[in-house]
């Protein structure tokens, strides 16, 4: 079994900074990619930011210049700071990792900016 947990999501003003975290323990030998998903309300989740062991990233194109993914391999943790944020990055936020094929989902972390 493979247990992601989030942490720290809130409620901000707009142009506030929040930082993410995800941790992955378990059966996690041959862990590779972490990153983030987002739902909006109404909305399907997307990709926010992907991260792979040797720190290649991918960012939606709506997070590019704003949020920076980052991870700590040694802990087996990965980060998402958010600055600049925007009432449209509201959002539950899903912490997600691969080990080797099978892809892992953390429970979710509510994040809400307001005007």
């Known amino acids: 079994q493979v247990h992601l947990v989030e942490s720290g999501g809130g409620l901000v003003q707009a142009g506030d900074s929040l930082r993410l975290s995800c941790a992955a323990s378990g059966s996690i030998f041959g862990l590779n990619a972490m990153g983030w998903y987002r739902q909006a309300p109404g909305k399907q989740r997307e990709l926010v930011a992907t991260i792979t062991i040797g720190g290649t990233t991918t960012y939606a194109d709506s997070v590019k210049g704003r949020f920076t993914i980052s991870r700590d391999n040694a802990k087996n943790t990965v980060y998402l700071q958010m600055n600049s944020l925007k009432p449209e990055d509201t959002a539950v936020y899903y912490c997600?990792?691969?080990?080797?094929?099978?892809?892992?989902w953390g429970q979710g972390t509510q994040v809400t900016v307001s005007s």
């Open positions: 997600y990792c691969r080990v080797w094929l099978p892809e892992y």
